[in-house]
């Protein structure tokens, strides 16, 4: 008669693959928590970057209006105050946003408004790398049901991947708007950040969104990029909120990532 133990043997195995199924989970969540770090401090050192540019327009022109008694240039100095400090307030408001919504519950969503708050926040930095920003937004886009937090840590990504990718010069184009519903796909926004820079080799494409591949040797001048993290965080955040995304490069020529998401449910109804 066999032995029963060796009957029963395959057991362990299925329990086995059970343990590898949960490491694996395991494992990309602990990933993710990576991406959500890297992201969050690529995001504070952006805003006390901005943040202290406008500080130091605000004492600069301060000095300026004390030293001169004419009201022109008084004038002139407190204007320039003025436009710093309501700048200032933009990037706090932007800051606090995220600290307050901290879950990633999705909720309606303007996409617009994130990549209109996003640029506040990387304003002066493309200054700085001395990129042209060209908007093609357009008015009555439709809200999607979306992660604030999760969306705005996705363009704060692509439009970082975009200025390093053109080093000095170069022009940013980023655009929104809603693509009607066709061959029974739904109604989406779509959303393309293109640059013109360095372009993707075609061997290289199929990686970008791999975790920890990257094609930059390490962190650049601002602190930035380097971790192979970016990317595969933005098609993480894409996959969860049920969105595409393609990628259209050629070398020497750029760069353009295509993004749509689906338009909130409520506002299809109402349409």
Same mark, same amino acid.
């Given at each position: 008669?066999?032995?029963?133990?060796?009957?029963?043997?395959?057991?362990? +195995?299925?329990?086995?693959?059970?343990?590898?199924?949960?490491?694996?989970?395991?494992?990309?969540?602990?990933?993710?928590?990576?991406?959500?770090?890297?992201?969050?401090?690529?995001?504070?050192?952006?805003?006390?970057?901005?943040?202290?540019?406008?500080?130091?327009?605000?004492?600069?022109?301060?000095?300026?209006?004390?030293?001169?008694?004419?009201?022109?240039?008084?004038?002139?100095?407190?204007?320039?105050?003025?436009?710093?400090?309501?700048?200032?307030?933009?990037?706090?408001?932007?800051?606090? +946003?995220? +600290?307050?919504?901290?879950?990633?519950?999705?909720?309606?969503?303007?996409?617009?408004?994130?990549?209109?708050?996003?640029?506040?926040?990387?304003?002066?930095?493309?200054?700085?790398?001395?990129?042209?920003v060209e908007t093609d937004l357009a008015e009555n886009t439709p809200m999607i049901s979306a992660s604030g937090n999760q969306l705005q840590r996705l363009l704060l990504n692509l439009m970082t991947n975009a200025r390093q990718a053109m080093g000095e010069g170069g022009t940013l184009l980023i655009r929104v708007g809603a693509q009607p519903a066709v061959g029974g796909q739904p109604?989406?926004?779509?959303?393309?950040?293109?640059?013109? =820079? +360095?372009?993707?080799?075609?061997?290289?494409?199929?990686?970008?969104?791999?975790?920890?591949?990257?094609?930059?040797?390490?962190?650049?001048?601002? =602190?930035? %990029?380097?971790? %192979?993290? =970016?990317?595969?965080?933005?098609?993480?955040?894409?996959?969860?909120?049920? %969105?595409?995304?393609?990628?259209?490069?050629?070398?020497?020529?750029?760069?353009?990532?295509?993004?749509?998401?689906?338009?909130?449910?409520?506002?299809?109804?109402?349409?």
């Amino acid at each position: 008669m066999p032995d029963l133990k060796s009957v029963q043997s395959p057991r362990p +195995a299925k329990h086995s693959m059970e343990e590898a199924t949960a490491e694996i989970a395991a494992l990309k969540s602990q990933v993710r928590h990576m991406q959500g770090l890297v992201s969050l401090g690529e995001l504070t050192g952006t805003a006390t970057h901005e943040f202290n540019n406008v500080l130091m327009t605000v004492i600069n022109y301060a000095k300026l209006g004390l030293r001169n008694e004419d009201k022109a240039s008084r004038d002139k100095a407190l204007n320039k105050i003025l436009d710093a400090s309501e700048r200032a307030a933009k990037i706090t408001n932007t800051i606090l +946003a995220q +600290a307050r919504n901290r879950s990633d519950a999705k909720e309606p969503t303007d996409l617009v408004a994130l990549v209109n708050d996003t640029l506040v926040l990387l304003g002066r930095e493309m200054q700085k790398y001395r990129i042209s920003v060209e908007t093609d937004l357009a008015e009555n886009t439709p809200m999607i049901s979306a992660s604030g937090n999760q969306l705005q840590r996705l363009l704060l990504n692509l439009m970082t991947n975009a200025r390093q990718a053109m080093g000095e010069g170069g022009t940013l184009l980023i655009r929104v708007g809603a693509q009607p519903a066709v061959g029974g796909q739904p109604e989406t926004v779509e959303l393309t950040i293109r640059d013109s =820079g +360095a372009g993707i080799p075609q061997d290289v494409l199929p990686k970008i969104f791999d975790p920890f591949f990257s094609t930059k040797s390490g962190p650049d001048e601002s =602190g930035k %990029g380097g971790t %192979g993290l =970016g990317l595969a965080a933005c098609k993480d955040i894409i996959d969860e909120h049920d %969105g595409k995304i393609r990628v259209e490069s050629s070398v020497g020529r750029g760069t353009a990532f295509i993004i749509r998401l689906p338009v909130q449910a409520s506002q299809k109804a109402a349409a």
